[in-house]
């Protein structure tokens, strides 16, 4: 039952995310340690891409039936599952990205304020994007043809590229494997009629859960043991936990942590011990938590690669990345490369666009934590030492129109008010109303500003 309620948590494959309730507080000084690092970094590079990223299509949902309706949308396919799923599963078979550049990624995303990556080792569909000995279906399997390239091994040359430009590395490993028989096994009683769980009952069949089981440790442990320094495990497919689902997860992880005793978890949706900090994904909470949280939400429409996909503003993205910070979480911005191994040229723009804005603002961003009165739709705040950033934020260009002064509810003591982005010292006043302050009027070549972002100390 504890499964199925899980389940109905999952809408078109967006995740719910667990309460602060939840949340379980380490008890090991080091993990408390990283948990501060992992605050101060904010914004994070989410990559999805595999073998999917060909059709154009949502990674991995279409192969369960239970999800047909949604996610095998314009597909000719559609009517026939079991073909659809053939061909899906065959994807690796044309997977070949030649134009695939690690380095230029790692540079792009290091020049350009993002501070982690996340990338999906693994999705539901069973894909491994590394050199694993567990399955044939892998990135350097002879079916694949990438597997004789020189960057074979995606996982290493990713996770090395943007190692050396110093940005953290959290590998996504999904905890379901559709493709692996140890959990959808073929002849079993869900028959052709797939859904997210395993094919069989793993109570009545403990010997093939075990399998399943230490086929997923094994995997982790090659991650964890070959790989490098991994600061994060971030583990997909909630439904996969304890109950029927039951992985064993505290084994596996202690045995990572005596070679990474630095590791995070996070265990999404599960609650407990090894979810580390919160996962809300195409969402942001309506208001502050009090707990380590990071919000995934996508560039563009969805977290694999879309052609022709539209992609959000920069004045969004900034807008997104300040309502997160100020509410206390991180932004995991997933960009989704293409096939032939490139980001779209939209995607780089934006993440480019994006750095600019934070080499300008990003002392009020990074290393921040929350403060009241956190995030009004208007302002934003968030402080660092005595110190505390205010954003007044303009949604579109519409929403802005300039006024001599401005008034600011904050109320605590200010001793002096500095407007970012070499404006300078302002005059301010303070009220019962808040903090008023003379605003520099615009120079003529100068655009309607994302948001005014005011110093105060």
């Known amino acids: 039952m504890a499964n199925e309620v899980k389940e109905k948590e999952i809408t078109e494959g967006v995740h719910n995310y667990s309460s602060e309730k939840e949340w379980v507080k380490p008890e090991d000084p080091l993990l408390l340690e990283r948990l501060e690092w992992f605050k101060d970094q904010k914004l994070a590079l989410m990559m999805h891409w595999g073998p999917y990223s060909q059709l154009g299509l949502v990674e991995s949902w279409a192969l369960s039936d239970k999800d047909a309706e949604w996610s095998r949308t314009d597909i000719d396919w559609i009517s026939d599952g079991e073909e659809f799923k053939r061909q899906y599963f065959n994807l690796n078979k044309t997977f070949n990205p030649l134009r695939f550049q690690p380095e230029e990624w790692a540079d792009l995303a290091s020049e350009n304020g993002f501070k982690y990556l996340i990338f999906t080792t693994k999705h ?13 279906y ?25 190692r050396n430009k110093g940005l953290g590395i959290a590998s996504y ?83 990572a942590r005596k070679l990474q005793p630095w590791l995070l978890t996070a265990d999404r949706t599960i609650g407990g011990p090894f979810e580390n900090y919160v996962t809300p994904e ?43 910070v100020s509410k206390g979480g991180n932004l995991a911005l997933n960009v989704a490369p293409q096939p032939d191994g490139r980001l779209p040229r939209r995607a780089i723009e934006r993440m480019k666009e994006l750095g600019e804005w934070l080499k300008v603002y990003g002392e009020a961003i990074y290393g921040t934590r929350i403060c009241a009165p956190y995030f009004t739709e208007d302002f934003a705040f968030t402080c660092k030492g005595d110190t505390t950033y205010c954003f007044r934020l303009f949604k579109n260009e ?29 005059e301010f006043e303070q009220t019962d109303a808040g903090l008023t302050v003379k605003v520099p009027r615009l120079g003529e070549e100068e655009k309607a500003p994302i948001a005014y972002v005011f110093k105060l100390t």
């Open 398 to 426: 519409a929403d802005y129109s300039f006024e001599e002064s401005l008034t600011i509810p904050y109320t605590q003591k200010v001793n002096q008010v500095e407007m970012l982005g070499g404006k300078g010292f302002v």
């Open 124 to 136: 539901h569909d069973g894909f491994s994007m590394w050199d694993t000995k567990e399955t044939d």
């Open 282 to 324: 195409q969402t942001i909470p309506k208001r502050a938590l009090h707990v380590p949280w990071e919000s995934c939400i996508t560039m563009g429409t969805a977290f694999s690669f879309r052609y022709e996909d539209d992609y959000k503003s920069t004045r969004e993205l900034v807008n997104i990345l300040v309502e997160v």
């Open 173 to 255: 490993f999904s905890k379901a494997d559709w493709n692996t028989e140890y959990y959808w096994a073929k002849g079993m009683e869900r028959g052709r009629d797939m859904w997210r769980g395993p094919s069989y009952d793993p109570a009545e069949y403990p010997w093939l859960w075990d399998q399943f089981v230490n086929f997923t440790h094994n995997q982790i442990m090659e991650l964890m043991s070959n790989y490098g320094k991994i600061d994060i495990l971030w583990l997909d497919a909630g439904w996969v936990g304890k109950g029927k689902q039951d992985i064993r997860l505290g084994e596996v992880v202690e045995k």
């Open 138 to 162: 892998r990135i350097t399997g002879p079916d694949c043809p990438f597997h004789t390239h020189k960057y074979a091994d995606i996982c290493k040359h990713v996770f090395d590229a943007f």
